[in-house]
């Protein structure tokens, strides 16, 4: 899968990355990833759950995949803080 | 799969719940199922990516599920307002 189809959920209104999810499938797109990171994972099961049930009830969950990441130190000599990610495939 | 088996993380601390799911496997539990609702879904990832990465490397993640509840309004009146759920399904 192309990672031109990822959706990054930030700070953003949910319904941002809706309307991107959307955007994708219909253009064309078989398959879109949907990520996030820290507190944003409750908004990226939320962003996914709208777009299933509210606007492509054709749209199925592929997989869903959760993982650990290690960030960089703030700063200098500080030690690195690892964050948990999701990432959720949905396919058309 | 027993009910008994679920670990529902709430507002405390991410430590609090991970001790429940690894007391759980002590106990002889096959599978635990770590389950969140609304904001409380990032934590619920928190302390599975915990339980696997730094107590129980052995501990496996069979599957993960996401959905949507209604929750009833606060007052009389009120619209119902919908909330992602997340559940995820570990075993030894």
């Known amino acids: 899968m192309s990672e031109s189809n990822a959706v990054l959920i930030g700070r953003k209104p949910v319904m941002n990355y809706v309307l991107a999810c ?52 703030r700063e200098e000599g500080g030690t690195p803080t690892n964050v948990s990610t999701i990432e959720i495939t949905l396919e058309h």
Chains 1, 2 share one sequence.
């Open 22 to 73: 959307i955007t994708l499938f219909h253009g064309g797109a078989k398959e879109v990833n949907v990520k996030a990171r820290g507190r944003s994972i409750s908004q990226a099961v939320d962003v996914v759950e709208v777009v299933r049930r509210r606007f492509l009830p054709d749209v199925k969950i592929k997989k869903i995949g959760i993982g650990t990441e290690q960030m960089a130190p």
